[in-house]
């Protein structure tokens, strides 16, 4: 069963587009974060948000947390070939011991 | 900024032979590491959580006795997958905490991509 659910699982794009990943979940985290990973590479940790309601940016890229904490999304404005890459949630999960659990991914290709 | 180096970044072996990949926060003392599996254009599966000095905890389904973890030190971890077959091949990733995970305080490696033919 995954604890996270994540759509879109592939997005394909023209550049200048805006796009929004979402990330959900039945259960509370205690933090989401977002990673962004590339082929052949570990991911690497975009945002971490912790309040429910919380907003983040991080140049065209706009994270909220939920205000139940249990979804988060990811917005990206005016998109280009660079952003190109696996974008993955990932929650804190504090069932008897801290653990990451990610999400299943959004694949996204922007085309120039 | 932190960092954590896994070796060897890639390796092929031959099927029922043992392979053992290694962790190593490079500039802090990591007190608790995770082992990742990612099978091709899919998501990370924690396998296992491992403290330093103690065994390590197994996510449900992952054999135990086939990937072997050793956190001997605060600065390394070791997955050793044992009789390994061509099933076994995927990318393992590891990802070390120092001070317990919290907040932004989970740094990955590299990944090491396992090839059994």
């Known amino acids: 069963t995954q604890l996270l659910e994540q759509s879109p699982q592939f997005l394909s794009i023209q550049e200048g587009e805006n796009l929004t990943v979402y990330c959900n979940s039945s259960?509370?985290?205690?933090?989401l974060q977002w990673y962004r990973q590339e082929p052949g590479e570990g991911p690497v940790l975009l945002v971490t948000?912790?309040?429910?309601?919380e907003v983040k940016k991080l140049k065209r890229l706009t994270f909220q947390f939920g205000d139940a904490r249990k979804d988060s999304s990811l917005h990206i404005t005016a998109a280009q070939p660079g952003d190109t890459g696996l974008y993955l949630c990932?929650?804190?999960?504090?069932?008897?011991?801290?653990?990451?659990?990610f999400g299943a991914g959004t694949r996204l290709a922007v085309h120039p | 900024g932190a960092v954590v180096s896994q070796h060897p970044s890639r390796v092929i072996c031959k099927s029922g032979t043992s392979v053992k990949i290694e962790c190593r926060s490079l500039?802090?003392?990591?007190?608790?590491m995770f082992w990742y599996r990612q099978f091709p254009k899919q998501s990370l599966m924690l396998m296992a959580t491992?403290?330093?000095?103690?065994?390590?905890?197994?996510e449900q389904g992952v054999e135990k006795d086939k990937f072997l973890i050793n956190h001997a030190s605060l600065t390394l971890s070791t997955l050793t997958v044992t009789s390994a077959h061509p099933e076994d091949s995927s990318f393992y990733i590891c990802?070390?905490?120092?001070?317990?995970?919290?907040?932004?305080?989970?740094?990955f490696g590299e990944g090491s991509r396992l090839t059994v033919l």
């Open positions: 990802s070390a905490s120092f001070g317990g995970l919290n907040t932004g305080e989970l740094f």
């Open positions: 259960s509370v985290f205690s933090s």
């Open positions: 948000v912790v309040t429910g309601g």
């Open positions: 990932a929650g804190l999960f504090s069932g008897g011991y801290n653990k990451l659990i």
């Open positions: 500039d802090f003392q990591a007190t608790t």
């Open positions: 491992s403290n330093e000095g103690s065994k390590a905890t197994y």
